[in-house]
């Protein structure tokens, strides 16, 4: 308190030049005062105004709140769990819910035996790129650019390098009932010729599904339905221009490369295994970034908020820049709320967001769509308007009544359920053989994949040959690297299709081959 009192007589002394220390004197002043005091810190919010959502969301929904507004210092340490729940009359589960999301997005971080601290987020979203730009060198490729099949291997037990849905839990019944309704109901509709953009109705519903699961507020008209988002792809470079520089994340998902590639457009394969992953993306020359920060693939990482406040900083540096946000199974995290996409905190115009179908229903259902911000509609609509649509009436039809009729939902709930029961079966497997003392798991609740780290006498590729030898189908991670150096007996676990009844025979057939 004696300091603090100096320091208000202080004030009165300085002059205007010197308002600003005086301001930063303050604030570490603070500082100061809640490390040798921190029982006088302690988050305040009224529990009661939680309405409809769940006590940990709201929780969340506040401290992130005041982390964003600077209520909270950065690196300021939080009150323990167990103080927390005490003070606000809650569960320590409840708290522990909350620090989790707010850990998962990347707005604290965690130090053992001593707990959870404020990311200097504002630092990261005012920081500008501001350095000598050098031309990347021209490097060899060495990772073999092979596609990841969406379809199960039928001769593999168990086939980890898979993608694709689990198709038997597809929901044949409801869907030929809508089917059979939308025939009979909408005879004219099915013969006319789509707009280019899509049906109006499945737009309307994409756009309100967005609103009320990810918050992203966006109206039917910045939708744009395609068969796939390989052929959004496409449009993507015919709308952003030949002329632009595509970067892409390495390691990545090839086939993105591949389809950029194809239109002759420059690609860059931008490392993002290290701590300057933005400044990267500069100094490639890259105009266009390709990213998955929700759930990013194969490595299963989530971009914390600094990092993406730092690439839309580097967006808005140039009319040339966007950020093509591929969100491709953020429905299928399997702890706390999905993670905010990055469309949500951008204000500037400078993302595009992308998502599917193919993921959730079934791959064969070629539907996806992208959010085109307001002014690439227009352009758009001057450029690219005489392209029909790619999908179906009927298919376009009937997936905007499954999503209306709440069916879409109840589908998403259902098969989270059980990819999570899938991959407790793997993980339960792995922990009671041999595996779990030569085995370490990555990144196990960010979707439908995890990364499974295994002490090993050969090679990567030896490996995962004698494993496809025994019946288990598996990628290594260093398959999915195109420059930078890659990992080594990391391997992607893809679950999502492999069948249960067969996961021990997998685990087995993997724990003769490690030490």
Not at 76 to 103: C, D, F, H, M, W
Not at 119 to 137: F, G, M
Not at 200 to 222: C, D, H, K, T
Not at 369 to 390: A, G, N
């Amino acid at each position: 308190m004696i300091v603090l009192f100096t320091a208000l007589n202080l004030k009165h002394s300085l002059d205007l030049h010197n308002i600003q220390f005086f301001t930063i004197f303050i604030r570490s002043v603070k500082y100061q005062i809640y490390k040798f005091n921190k029982v006088s810190f302690m988050f305040t919010y009224d529990m009661s105004k939680a309405g409809a959502n769940s006590l940990y969301h709201y929780l969340y929904q506040c401290i992130k709140k005041d982390i964003v507004s600077g209520n909270v210092l950065a690196e300021e340490q939080l009150p323990s769990k167990r103080n927390l729940a005490q003070n606000l009359g809650i569960s320590v589960v409840t708290v522990e819910n909350a620090y989790a999301q707010l850990l998962a997005e990347g707005y604290i971080y965690s130090l053992p035996k001593k707990g959870f601290f404020v990311v200097d987020i504002n630092a990261a979203a005012n920081a500008q790129v501001h350095r000598n730009r050098k031309k990347p060198r021209t490097r060899r490729i060495h990772a073999e650019l092979t596609d990841e099949s969406e379809h199960v291997n039928p001769k593999y037990i168990a086939d980890f390098a898979s993608n694709g849905a689990d198709i038997e839990a597809f929901p044949f019944t409801t869907w030929a009932k809508i089917t059979r309704e939308v025939l009979c109901e909408r005879q004219n509709d099915l013969l006319q010729v789509s707009p280019g953009m899509g049906a109006q109705e499945l737009r309307r519903a994409i756009a309100r599904m967005l609103r009320e699961f990810r918050n992203i507020q966006v109206s039917p008209e910045q939708i744009v339905i395609g068969a796939g988002t390989d052929y959004l792809y496409g449009l993507l470079v015919q709308l952003l221009g030949f002329d632009k520089c595509y970067g892409v994340e390495d390691p990545g998902w090839s086939k993105i490369s591949k389809l950029y590639s194809q239109y002759g457009v420059k690609v860059r394969h931008v490392p993002i295994l290290n701590d300057n992953f933005v400044d990267s993306v500069a100094d490639f020359g890259v105009d266009v970034m390709h990213i998955s920060p929700a759930h990013h693939f194969p490595t299963g990482k989530v971009m914390p908020i600094g990092e993406r406040y730092r690439l839309l900083s580097w967006a808005t540096e140039s009319p040339r820049r966007y950020i093509v946000e591929d969100d491709y199974d953020s429905e299928f995290r399997m702890t706390g709320k999905p993670i905010p996409a990055l469309q949500n905190i951008d204000v500037s115009e400078k993302v595009i967001y992308l998502n599917t179908f193919s993921k959730t229903m079934t791959s064969a259902i070629r539907l996806s769509y992208m959010v085109l911000p307001p002014h690439l509609v227009e352009k758009f609509h001057q450029k690219l308007s005489f392209y029909s649509c790619s999908v179906s009436n009927l298919d376009q039809y009937v997936m905007a009544k499954f999503i209306d009729l709440g069916y879409y939902e109840t589908h998403i709930n259902r098969m989270r359920n059980l990819y999570r029961a899938k991959r407790d079966a793997l993980l339960s497997a792995i922990r009671k053989s041999r595996l779990s003392s030569v085995v370490r798991i990555y990144e196990e609740d960010a979707g439908l994949h995890f990364i499974l780290e295994a002490s090993i006498k050969c090679s990567d590729s030896d490996f995962c040959r004698q494993l496809r030898q025994k019946g288990v189908n598996i990628k290594a991670l260093s398959e999915y690297y195109f420059e930078a150096q890659p990992s080594v007996h990391k391997f992607v676990i893809n679950y999502s299709s492999v069948d249960k009844r067969n996961v021990q025979k997998a685990v087995q057939a993997f724990a003769l081959l490690c030490k």
